[in-house]
């Protein structure tokens, strides 16, 4: 079946250090792929998508390109911020009626 | 303020009470969704509804029911819960069903005693 699997957290970094978070994806296809973040008490927002191989979202200096042939999608931050500190899910979509698929989440913590 | 409004916050209830949890969406939507979130696990999709009229139900036990009374409001009714039920629930709408891009809420924290 469709799967999500993301890199254990958490993941704890000094402010403006690089950032990689791992996403991998089982699913027949083309399916769509996104990044969610949930910041403490907040529920889920949408960070970016990407909808067909290739394709890279980017949003907030976030990225994260779809890669087909490695069934992968990591998001990458140049230079993390404490605001930035939060936990991300990865989550995939298979075809224009699919519910959403997430991943464990990803808890981020930045330090100053 | 992502448009979507659940209360209560935090519930704490006993195995034997009932209770429900309130979402209101301001979005014009029209369709919600009720997930689960609890540690260490995947967000659970729990039921969804399309135009009021309920389209998914992911083998959730029949001790949680749902509710759609219009397309702007979503309850969840609790009942004879167990202790492993205690968890984040989550509120969300979208456009339309199945979309990619979901509007949470920020949850409603149960305890179940």
């Known amino acids: 079946g469709n799967s999500v699997t993301q890199m254990e957290g958490p993941v704890t970094l000094s402010e403006e250090a690089f950032l990689t978070i791992n996403c991998t994806y089982t699913a027949t296809g083309y399916p769509s792929l996104f990044w969610y973040v949930q910041y403490p008490g907040e529920g889920l927002q949408l960070l970016l998508k990407a909808t067909k191989a290739d394709d890279k979202g980017s949003n907030k200096g976030f990225e994260a390109t779809y890669r087909k042939e490695t069934t992968s999608f990591h998001l990458e931050k140049g230079s993390v911020q404490v605001s930035d500190s939060a936990v991300y899910f990865c989550a995939l979509q298979k075809g224009s009626q699919g519910n959403l698929i997430f991943g464990k989440g990803t808890k981020l913590s930045v330090k100053p | 303020e992502t448009g979507v409004t659940q209360t209560p916050r935090h519930l704490v209830m006993g195995m034997t009470n009932k209770k429900s949890l309130k979402c209101e969406q301001h979005l014009g939507h029209n369709a919600m969704y009720w997930y689960k979130q609890s540690a260490k696990k995947p967000l659970e999709l729990m039921f969804v509804?399309?135009?009021?009229?309920?389209?998914e139900n992911n083998s959730v036990p029949s001790r949680f029911s749902p509710e759609c009374p219009n397309s702007s409001h979503l309850f969840l009714h609790l009942h004879t819960l167990q202790p492993e039920d205690s968890a984040l629930y989550l509120c969300a709408s979208s456009q339309d069903a199945g979309p990619g891009e979901l509007f949470f809420g920020e949850g409603s924290r149960l305890t179940v005693l």
């Open positions: 509804y399309s135009l009021e009229e309920r389209v």
